[in-house]
């Protein structure tokens, strides 16, 4: 994990707060604790709202590929969001393996494989795995799963944009 965004505990990584976002607008009059409070409850009520159901807990496999850890599911993770209309509620099962966002090492540096989009990252390799939907559709969901983690638009940007043009080859069209 990058920027201390995970704890790590007996091989296990709990994403702190994979679904949370900070809005400093929110804050301005209030405290973190109260803004965080206001979101969750807008997030709670709204399904338009995407989010994840839990913290993302996963641990290393000890195998690599593409040079890149295997990372394995520990508890069930759930993104539900809207996409063109449709209520998803997609879930990466107990066990399934990951190398998160399998971003060439040349970009680490801008885009980790393991950054704030860790838990977005589950639920499209899920998608892409068992090719389950559209290849475009699997692209959207992920979009939503990088605003349920907060991830700053103009990074969110630029990834899906890499996704949309380089993800062809991991889908095998």
Do not use: K, Q
Not at 18 to 33: I, K, L, M
Not at 74 to 83: A, G
Not at 114 to 141: K, S
């Amino acid at each position: 994990m990058s920027g201390g965004a995970g704890r790590r505990a007996g091989g296990a990584v709990s994403v702190a707060g994979a679904g949370e976002a900070y809005d400093p607008a929110a804050n301005a009059a209030g405290s973190y604790a109260d803004a965080l409070g206001a979101l969750r409850a807008a997030r709670d009520d709204d399904p338009d709202t995407p989010r994840f159901s839990a913290p993302l807990r996963v641990e290393l496999t000890g195998r690599r590929r593409s040079g890149r850890p295997i990372w394995r599911v520990l508890e069930e993770f759930r993104l539900t969001c809207r996409v063109d209309g449709f209520l998803y509620d997609i879930a990466a099962p107990v066990g399934f393996e990951t190398d998160f966002a399998s971003v060439p090492r040349f970009f680490w540096r801008f885009a980790p494989p393991g950054g704030p989009y860790a838990g977005a990252a589950v639920i499209h390799d899920h998608l892409y795995a068992n090719r389950i939907g559209a290849r475009e559709t699997a692209d959207r969901i992920f979009l939503e799963g990088m605003i349920a983690a907060g991830v700053e638009p103009w990074r969110r940007s630029i990834i899906f944009r890499a996704v949309r043009t380089f993800g062809g080859r991991g889908w095998g069209s």
